[in-house]
């Protein structure tokens, strides 16, 4: 079967505009692979436009061209989140630009799985990757608070766990700026309320997340993604760390300032109100 | 200026003196192996690089420039031969170098020693550790060559010494590793695993040495040509059936069925990425390569 013919037309329009080398054999030096990308985001399409219906807030505070460093909340059992920030500088972006993930090493190892987070420029976890894909003026995408973000219970939701501080050394070495992000939606999608440890060590997961319908699959619920004003810092990365988990609590404070405001949109937007204007936007 | 060549009658190596001879260049080689005829401007000694004879081409010619390339990449002899002929002739070269007044070392070496591992970085940078020691045990002599030639920028500065490390080479030769892996019709893979390959042209690989001389570069160089391409479209760029096996039969098949013999830490190398990043080389030298990956694939092909 002609793989091209299953990638939507929206989806082949965007990546001819999308910004990437690609060779003669639709590949960038990244391994990214064209086709791949087609299909991955004619899937994904689904998700974000119909299945979530993912409102995008904010989305031209990312710059058009060069590098920037997109730092989120993560949440929802599975991080359903990566991959609609990753639709939304797509579909909603204009010119679309690809998102870069980091990736959890241990999936490296799966047969398919590693492949196809490789063919969409999704890399294993490495400051290595970081440092050269933000050098080469691409977009990063960064969880800090990893996986005790996707992890926590519904109890917990909306409030950041611990931050990692790897990625504000990146951004100071590299130059680069951060978009904060608040993802709205995912708590409720997925609601955890339990941790099935068995089910984690078998699977060499993190945590195996339970919620009340006990099948880990998020609901149709609406979401939304909030960017957040870019944020520069000076320094070369080398900074003591207590000058690094200044600049950390910062980025915190402004994911926090637009998940209040968007948790405020939200509830609007579920309860069939207005929600495109609520106050000022942080 | 004269320049010495160790391995002359490999095919590589052939085609760099054949381009050094052109440039005016006056050409010796060592080889145990023969080169019946070479062209005009090659002379060619017949003896072992560790053996005596070896050293007196080194006193007796006093070339100003070596370039060691009497290395062996294939399996199909021993481990202890291997060890032998990378690593002793590794030392014996360079130690032969610096005792004749040799100005300049050239030892060409492969980006394998990287290794190729779930959790390495995709780009290798040339102070990237060689891997290669865990992931792939059988390249340990070739690992232990590369590093004992670098040994000589601190021992003898006086000595310039250059540490290439080449991507795999592919084209009209149809020698070396990638070649070997490529020679039948089905080519193995790791079922569910499509790792990136780096590769340039065979000529591009001898322009880059031969810059390399030229330019008297001091230190280690990754040497790339075009950007990488997964193994799947390698295979279908020269024609080759990619035939994807799941690891736990692999090391049950290979071998058989037509599909190349390959030792057991390969498998890692066609389930993972090993590509370099060449910027340095680039920079120290302007060096282009001037075939992209279409070329390659289509001149190993088609010659």
């Not at chain 1, 793989?3 to 001819?16: F, H, I, K, N, P």
């Not at chain 1, 490296?108 to 080469?136: K, N, Y």
């Not at chain 1, 992890?151 to 951004?171: E, N, Q, S």
Request: proline share 9%.
């Amino acid at each position: 079967m002609d793989q091209s013919s299953l990638v939507s037309r929206d989806v082949a329009e965007r990546l001819e505009a999308l910004a990437l080398p690609f060779n003669q054999y639709g590949m960038d030096p990244y391994g990214i692979s064209k086709r791949h990308l087609g299909l991955f985001f004619t899937f994904l399409e689904v998700f974000y436009k119909h299945y979530f219906r993912v409102r995008c807030f904010g989305i031209d505070r990312v710059p058009a061209t060069g590098p920037v460093m997109l730092v989120s909340n993560h949440s929802g059992g599975i991080p359903a989140d990566g991959g609609m920030i990753l639709a939304s500088l797509f579909f909603d972006h204009n010119p679309p630009r690809l998102a870069h993930g980091m990736v959890e090493k241990f999936a490296q190892t799966w047969p398919f799985v590693s492949q196809w987070f490789s063919r969409m420029g999704q890399l294993p976890g490495l400051p290595e990757h970081a440092i050269r894909l933000l050098r080469d003026g691409r977009v990063l995408m960064v969880f800090p608070e990893g996986a005790r973000g996707t992890g926590k219970l519904y109890k917990d939701r909306y409030h950041l766990v611990r931050f990692g501080t790897g990625f504000m050394r990146i951004a100071l070495q590299t130059g680069t700026p951060i978009v904060p992000i608040a993802f709205i939606g995912g708590e409720e999608a997925l609601p955890t309320i339990y941790h099935a440890k068995t089910l984690a060590k078998i699977f060499g997961a993190p945590y195996w997340p339970v919620p009340p319908y006990l099948v880990p699959m998020p609901l149709p619920l609406p979401c939304e993604i909030h960017f957040g004003e870019p944020l520069r810092f000076e320094g070369n990365g080398n900074e003591a760390d207590h000058v690094i988990e200044g600049y950390v609590e910062q980025v915190r404070d402004a994911i926090t300032r637009q998940i209040t405001y968007g948790c405020a949109i939200h509830g609007q937007r579920r309860a069939g109100l207005p929600f495109d204007h609520l106050g000022e936007r942080p | 200026m004269k320049i010495l060549i160790t391995g002359i009658s490999g095919a590589h190596a052939r085609m760099i003196a054949q381009k050094l001879a052109a440039a005016g260049h006056d050409v010796i080689g060592l080889d145990r192996r023969a080169w019946p005829n070479p062209p005009e401007g090659i002379r060619v000694f017949q003896a072992d690089v560790r053996k005596r004879p070896a050293a007196d081409v080194f006193r007796n010619e006093r070339p100003e420039v070596v370039i060691h390339m009497a290395t062996i990449t294939h399996f199909s002899g021993s481990r202890e031969e291997r060890l032998r002929i990378n690593l002793q002739g590794t030392r014996i070269v360079f130690e032969h170098c610096h005792e004749h007044g040799v100005k300049h070392a050239v030892f060409v070496g492969r980006h394998t020693i990287y290794g190729a591992a779930a959790d390495a970085p995709l780009y290798r940078g040339e102070d990237e550790p060689p891997l290669a020691v865990t992931t792939f045990p059988e390249l340990a002599d070739l690992v232990a060559a590369d590093l004992h030639a670098c040994t000589a920028l601190w021992r003898w500065p006086e000595l310039k010494t250059t540490v290439l490390r080449l991507v795999y080479t592919l084209g009209p030769l149809h020698r070396g590793t990638l070649a070997s892996f490529l020679a039948g019709p089905r080519v193995p893979m790791i079922l569910g695993f499509d790792p990136l390959f780096q590769m340039m042209h065979d000529e591009d690989a001898a322009d880059a040495v031969t810059l390399a001389v030229e330019k008297r570069l001091n230190g280690v160089f990754n040497v790339a040509g075009p950007p990488p391409v997964p193994l799947s479209v390698l295979c279908r760029g020269t024609h080759r059936q990619a035939l994807p096996i799941p690891e736990p039969l692999f090391p049950h098949v290979i071998g058989r069925f037509g599909l190349p013999h390959l030792p057991p830490g390969a498998v890692s190398h066609i389930k993972y990425p090993i590509v370099v990043d060449a910027a340095a080389f680039r920079a120290a030298t302007g060096f282009e390569h001037r075939h992209d990956a279409h070329a390659v694939m289509t001149s190993f092909r088609e010659s």
